[in-house]
């Protein structure tokens, strides 16, 4: 079973930005997609973004022309650059990795905006 290391959250000021890693423990490109969620204390995991293997990007309204997926194959590592935070950005931040229909996921990592 794949492992996912989210790593680079933290405290942030509105309107600044932050660029998360997620590092796989396998071959990114054999999954059939790799993408970022959140969760907010009291609120439910809210999907953010989606890369597929053929690189087909999909992102959630709530941070289109904010929040950029890429990936570095060689390094199995996929990133969500974050950019124009807001206070209701505040969550952890996780990512998954998709095959056959199913979702692994990581730890999470937290990030907090401040007002």
């Known amino acids: 079973q794949v492992q996912l290391v989210e790593s680079g959250g933290g405290v942030v000021q509105t309107g600044g930005s932050l660029t998360l890693s997620c590092k796989a423990s396998?071959?990114?490109?054999?999954?059939?997609?790799m993408g970022w969620a959140r969760e907010a204390p009291g609120k439910q995991r809210e999907w953010l973004a989606h890369?597929?293997?053929?690189?087909?990007?999909q992102y959630a309204e709530a941070v289109k022309g904010r929040f950029t997926i890429t990936r570095d194959n060689a390094k199995n590592t996929v990133y969500l650059q974050m950019s124009n935070l807001k206070p209701e950005d505040t969550a952890a931040y996780l990512c998954?990795?998709?095959?056959?229909?199913?979702?692994?996921w990581g730890q999470g990592t937290q990030v907090t905006v401040s007002s």
């Open positions: 998954y990795f998709q095959e056959l229909g199913k979702n692994f």
């Open positions: 396998e071959n990114i490109l054999s999954a059939d997609a």
């Open positions: 890369m597929s293997r053929l690189g087909v990007i």
